[in-house]
């Protein structure tokens, strides 16, 4: 379970339009990366689909179940963000199993999820460190265990490994397509970088100004780009 639909979603903030009107099919199991210049709207077409900010026309469907009216805790999205918004005076455990706690789980699930987590993230020796201890990309690990353990039926990434350098970069972007092997759940990536489009994608949306310019695998769209903008920013690295 995790297919996403947005029919018509439409979103202004006051009187400027930043999404004019939109209609995206995302299936289950897919990962689908949103790609397109800076303020071009990726953002928030990820928080409208998260609950994070209501839509001003149009309607979003999980799984086939309208959630344009339902909050985001109900929606079960996980949201991953680059700033990581990890609990500094936590333990990693405490980090992770957080989310679990707020819901009230027993004692004995959430050890399990978290040791779980921990296993699937390469994190169980670090379960005792506070996240200052840790690297960038430790940190970036932490923050999508905490996403793990709620059992979300898609992960939504905000421009995840924007914090970190080049070399841990590819490095994450191994291990988040790893993670995409393993758990076979719909992920939406945000990002600004064409290397992580081409190179993570199963689709890529190609937003510019809030509209879709075009939806293809990396291969069409390096093949077949429907027009300049997509050619300029698909077709040849800047
Ligand atoms: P991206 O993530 O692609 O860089 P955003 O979705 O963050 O773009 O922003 C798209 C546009 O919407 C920008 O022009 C931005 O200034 C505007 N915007 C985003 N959030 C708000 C808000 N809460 N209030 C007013 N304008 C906003
Ligand atoms: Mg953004």
Redesign the pocket.
């Known amino acids: 379970m995790g297919s996403i639909r947005l029919e018509n979603v439409s979103k202004s ?2 009187e ?1 339009t ?1 999404i004019p009107s939109l209609d995206l099919d995302i299936e289950d199991g897919e990962f689908v990366v949103f790609v ?10 990820l928080r409208l689909i998260a609950g994070l ?1 209501d839509v001003s026309g149009g309607r979003i469907l999980i799984d086939g179940n309208e959630v344009t009216d339902t909050p985001p805790a109900k929606r079960r999205l996980a949201m991953v963000f680059q700033s990581y918004a990890l609990y500094p005076h936590m333990s990693v455990r405490g980090n992770i199993a957080f989310p679990l706690k707020m819901a009230g789980e027993d004692k004995a699930v959430i050890d399990k999820k978290v040791g779980d987590a921990a296993r699937v993230l390469n994190l169980t020796d670090y379960l005792d460190r506070k996240p200052r201890q840790l690297s960038g990309g430790q940190r970036q690990r932490v923050a999508i265990g905490r996403a793990i353990v709620r059992e979300p039926t898609a992960f939504l990434f ?1 421009e995840p490994l924007s914090n970190l350098d080049a070399a841990l970069r590819v490095n994450m972007r191994l291990e988040i397509s790893e993670l995409h092997q393993q758990l076979a759940t719909t992920m939406i990536y ?1 990002t ?1 970088d064409q290397v992580e489009a081409m190179t993570m994608a199963d689709k890529i949306v190609v ?1 510019n100004a ?1 509209r879709i310019e075009q939806v293809g695998s990396p291969l069409e769209l390096y093949r077949n780009p429907k027009n300049l903008f997509v050619a300029g920013f698909i077709g040849s690295p800047k």
């Open positions: 903030f006051g400027a930043v397109g210049p800076s303020g071009c709207g990726k953002s928030t077409l900010e905000d945000v600004h937003l809030g």
